[in-house]
């Protein structure tokens, strides 16, 4: 059990690691670039991570995936309105345009190792609680009348992950906005289009 210091110290160093994998990729990451970017000795920095880089990347991949989605909130815990939706979304462009190919999601995704089974749960209950908050949002519209009510709110909710995550992986491989701003942007419209009309059988 980590003392509030120890813990603020732990922190300190996994936030370092996280940025300069940011910048480098974690291949060009040793643990003597992280010691001197947290002025931390060898000891120190095996106390906090015992199994070395390993451990720490895995700490980094926990940081990262809560970072994702707490530079949404408050907007994506709060999906209840269209004015909040689309406050939402302007708050999810605004912030990969901001951070291009230093997003937290490129470096869960991207650079950190998938083919480990600890990383590839942390991205899943990462995909999962994003996708739980879209769908409370799609069913408060739904309860509310402010979208068809025959919607399946869990679908909708896939398919606008599926836009943010599939329009940042292209703007990572070609720089251009546009694939996330389009994709994000009809996904979310479609759900202002009301059920098609029931047409009477003969």
């Known amino acids: 059990?980590?003392?509030a210091k120890g813990a603020a110290t732990r922190q300190r160093i996994v936030e370092s690691a996280a940025r300069l994998i940011r910048d480098r990729g974690p291949a060009k990451v040793g643990l003597d670039d992280i010691?001197?970017?947290?002025?931390t000795s060898k000891s120190q920095l095996f106390h906090y991570?015992?199994?070395g880089k390993a451990d720490l990347l895995l700490a980094v991949a926990r940081h990262e995936a809560e970072q994702v989605l707490a530079e949404q909130q408050p907007?994506?815990?709060d999906l209840t309105s269209w004015p909040k939706w689309e406050a939402w979304r302007q708050r999810v462009i605004e912030r990969y345009d901001a951070q291009r190919d230093k997003c937290p999601l490129t470096a869960l995704t991207a650079q950190l190792n998938m083919a480990d089974p600890a990383v590839r749960e942390i991205i899943t209950e990462l995909y999962e609680e994003w996708q739980g908050h879209i769908a409370a949002g799609v069913r408060a519209l739904k309860d509310s009348g402010e979208t068809a009510a025959d919607i399946d709110?869990?679908?909708a909710a896939i398919e606008i992950l599926t836009a943010i995550t599939g329009g940042a992986a292209m703007l990572q491989a070609t720089g251009r906005m546009s694939y996330l701003e389009v994709s994000l942007r009809e996904s979310v419209n479609a759900l202002r289009r009301p059920a098609p009309a029931a047409t009477d059988t003969p």
């Open 75 to 77: 907007m994506l815990g």
């Open 49 to 51: 991570f015992p199994d």
């Open 35 to 39: 010691r001197a970017a947290t002025s």
């Open 1 to 3: 059990m980590l003392t």
């Open 153 to 155: 709110v869990d679908n």
